[in-house]
């Protein structure tokens, strides 16, 4: 195995965030990252850009909203799919995926699902069941697999600053969260909860009520690798310093790193 910090980053606009994207990369130089809500079709995706910053890319865009992409260092990631299969009416971006550096890298960003109860949130749960579907085979793969994106889900209370004042939210709805553990049940490692089981790790914190400010924040944005990759997990974190820079994410990049040898 390659020795790889792979990260997932919701940028919320890449247009509008373009420099932060790329003041991001350069100071801490991933090697793959997963990018969600690029907000822009393909024609206006920055490849040029990115490409000068040392990064191939493969974009499934969509004109203001939705999104997702990923990058690689010094590499372009060859494509094996876009979009989640099980619904051939799904016109909404969110799902892509190729091989990087080695890994399987499927990159998606879950439906939001609010207001709910109604159509967005019945949207998001019949997603999510197409994902827990085709991630099966994905799980069972002998090959190393990453999942990673911003999944819209608040796993537990630990990973939420107070849920009390989030109950109504899609986010911390029950039949998110049950679907979210059968699909860990299949036999991912969420990466961050695996290293630090006990600490409160947030990886957003929405533009509201000084929620930055006070770290009254959500985790809400997972990396989950399959049995063949796990053995090599070394580090987690999130880079909140992205956070605080001028005209931000409401989220922060999420990254793991990868050793070359197994861990014990």
């Known amino acids: ?7 997932t980053f919701n940028i919320n606009g ?7 994207l790329l003041e991001w990369l350069a100071r801490e130089q991933p090697d793959v990252v997963c990018l969600q809500e690029l907000k822009a079709p393909e024609s206006l995706f920055p490849y040029a850009d990115l490409d000068t910053a040392g990064y191939g890319a493969i974009c499934l865009g969509q004109a203001s909203w939705n999104g997702v992409a990923i990058l690689a260092r010094d590499a372009q990631p060859l494509e094996s799919r876009r979009g989640l ?37 019945a949207y998001k749960l019949a997603w999510f069941e197409r994902l827990i579907a085709y991630a099966k085979a994905l799980q069972a793969s002998e090959h190393p697999v ?33 679907a979210y553990q ?9 990466a961050v909860r695996h290293l630090y089981p006990d600490e409160r790790v947030y990886t957003f914190w929405d533009y509201w009520r000084q929620h930055w400010q006070k770290n009254a ?28 820079e001028p005209h931000p994410s409401d989220h922060a990049p999420t990254w793991i790193q990868l050793g070359t040898r197994k861990t014990r």
């Open 85 to 121: 299969p099980g619904d051939d009416g799904d016109t909404q971006s969110r799902y892509i995926e190729a091989a990087v550096h080695g890994v399987l890298v499927g990159c998606l960003y879950l439906p939001n699902g609010n207001p709910q109860p109604g159509p967005k949130f």
């Open 217 to 244: 924040g959500l985790r809400i944005d997972h990396l989950l690798l399959n049995p063949a990759l796990a053995p090599y997990l070394k580090e987690a974190g999130v880079d909140a310093w992205v956070r605080n």
């Open 182 to 190: 059968r699909l860990l049940d299949q036999g991912w490692t969420d």
């Open 14 to 20: 890449i247009r509008a965030r373009l420099p932060n």
């Open 146 to 178: 990453l999942l990673a994106g911003d999944f819209n889900v608040v796993p537990t209370d630990q990973d939420i600053y107070n849920p009390r004042s989030w109950l109504k939210d899609a986010l911390l709805q029950p039949q998110g969260r049950e």
């Open 1 to 7: 195995m390659k020795a790889l910090k792979i990260a």
